[in-house]
């Protein structure tokens, strides 16, 4: 033991000694061979010239580029999606020039800037149910678990030793036991306190375990600023979850600091559901090596377009998968919602737990709130985060300086990731409308072109605003005191980080 203490007392000396020669060759190496924008390469330097020794720590974990953009790719996904992408694109051309055709009149640039960027099938023979609170949204998810035929695929960010996932556990056996395939995936930062003896007992039960960028020693992850946000559940092919909810008693309301949690997640039915099990397939590849593409049973190839609903009765909801990641060059959710922000004629609505804007994204609403755009925000009104939600009402601030209106969620905690723009278009997702979100995490949106759904969003939106909410008003915000605008002020700086 002393040896190990000797070892460390020398490590530390010589670090201490070195410290200045070991900044400059970490900022050679940020400035010069690592393709970051300039105000996250000048956040990194500094963080490591103001807080030196913590500075060059927080960057070994967190500042670290495994940014490949091939890392995901598997041949049969590309030569797959090849055919509906390419006849799609040429199917929107054509539909684009018909006057009638108000969805590729109205958003068909953006329709073809997510099929090209991202392959994102559009699909326009889907129904969709929303789900706002956490105990009607697993007990669902539950039943149609219960209902399962062929195959159970699960995604979430965090899982967590609960009652909640204890509970979803033993349907799951139960699955396994009559012959349905079951596979779990799970991010190693966020099932990080899932005990591995746990997921053994599951794997022993017959249900697949994966777990992405898992920890490499002990609980320590040196990639633990890369995280796969998305959560996604697929069952039999026919039936999706997308949205907000992890798996957590946080989530069903059964945290005292948090209270009610308020959320936001989807059911799908329709082509969109291929497109969430490919998603799906790709992350499991990765993370365990089986690939998912060699068995036909599970890539249904989404319909192009236009299908159209076999029940008479059925409303069609036109549907795009979109998602992005550091394993892509593009930062294709971020550019949705700019694309979304620019056609806005009436209003933008928007619920995110982190608001922690880039440029672009700020810029963009900024110019609508100032053309005259309803542009409001709903934000919480307590932390899960502090340096995360300083910074959000930092730069919250910023867009009700510039004619936006910010509210904050009084019901217990709002994690919604919600867009709506004018009554016809929405993204719900795992995305929040944040920089890490953008760069740095896995994220799945569904982008919605209906009226109907968007509405009913809106909807919630307003009703929320309403009952639930306190508006932040300019004069207020000037008002804060000086501690709050210093740990604001503080936190921004170190936005990009965050």
């Not at 794997?203 to 609980?219: H, N």
């Not at 957590?248 to 948090?258: I, P």
């Not at 925000?377 to 919250?396: E, G």
């Not at 309403?466 to 008003?473: K, T, V």
Request: glycine share 8%.
């Amino acid at each position: 033991m002393s040896e190990v203490i000797n070892a460390l007392s020398v490590f530390w000396i010589w670090s201490m000694q070195h410290l200045m020669l070991i900044n400059i060759l970490l900022s050679i190496m940020i400035i010069f061979f690592q393709r970051r924008d300039p105000q996250s390469t000048w956040t990194w330097l500094l963080a490591l010239y103001a807080i030196p020794l913590f500075g060059i720590l927080i960057y070994l974990l967190l500042g670290q580029d495994y940014r490949k953009s091939k890392m995901f790719r598997v041949k049969q996904a590309d030569d797959q999606m090849k055919y509906p992408v390419l006849t799609q694109e040429r199917l929107l051309q054509e539909y684009g020039k018909a006057e009638d055709e108000a969805l590729t009149r109205d958003y068909g640039d953006l329709i073809m800037y997510n099929l090209r960027a991202g392959s994102s099938v559009l699909t326009i023979d889907n129904t969709v149910e929303i789900f706002t609170d956490g105990s009607r949204k697993f007990a669902d998810l539950t039943a149609e678990i219960r209902r399962a035929k062929r195959f159970i695929h699960i995604q979430y960010y965090i899982i967590k030793n609960d009652f909640l996932f204890r509970g979803i556990a033993e349907e799951l056996k139960k699955k396994a036991a009559e012959g349905v395939e079951v596979r779990v995936l799970c991010d190693g930062m966020g099932g990080r306190f899932m005990p591995a003896g746990y997921w053994n007992k599951l794997r022993k039960c017959g249900i697949k375990v994966g777990i992405f960028f898992p920890p490499t020693l002990g609980r320590i992850n040196l990639r633990i600023n890369y995280r796969n946000h998305r959560k996604i559940v697929v069952i039999d092919g026919e039936i999706g979850y997308v949205g907000g909810f992890n798996i957590g008693k946080e989530y069903v309301d059964q945290s005292r600091y948090f209270g009610h949690w308020r959320d936001t997640h989807l059911k799908i039915r329709g082509g969109a559901v291929a497109s969430l099990e490919q998603r799906f397939a790709l992350d499991w590849n990765y993370a365990t090596h089986e690939n998912l593409f060699k068995n036909r049973k599970y890539q249904n190839i989404p319909s192009v377009f236009p299908g159209r609903p076999e029940e008479a009765e059925r409303r069609p909801i036109g549907i795009q998968i979109v998602t992005s990641g550091p394993d892509s060059s593009l930062e294709r959710i971020r550019d949705n919602y700019i694309e979304l922000f620019n056609k806005a004629k009436d209003h933008i609505y928007i619920t995110t737990p982190y608001f922690i804007p880039d440029n672009a994204t700020l810029s963009a609403l900024i110019i609508a709130a100032k053309s005259g755009v309803d542009v409001r925000l709903m934000i919480p009104c307590k932390p899960d985060h502090p340096f995360v939600y300083w910074a959000t009402t930092s730069w919250a601030g910023t867009l009700l300086q510039a004619g936006g209106k910010v509210f904050t969620y009084q019901d217990g905690f709002l994690h919604s990731k919600t867009v709506m723009v004018d009554g016809n278009a929405a993204c719900v997702g795992t995305a929040n409308m944040d920089i890490r979100s953008f760069k740095l995490n896995f994220e799945v949106n569904a982008t919605i072109f209906d009226p109907f759904i968007t509405g009913k969003l809106e909807r919630q939106f307003t009703g929320d605003i309403e009952r639930h909410c306190r508006e932040i008003l300019p004069e207020e915000y000037e008002e804060r005191n000086l501690f709050m605008r210093f740990r604001e002020q503080l936190s921004r700086l170190f936005s990009p980080l965050l």
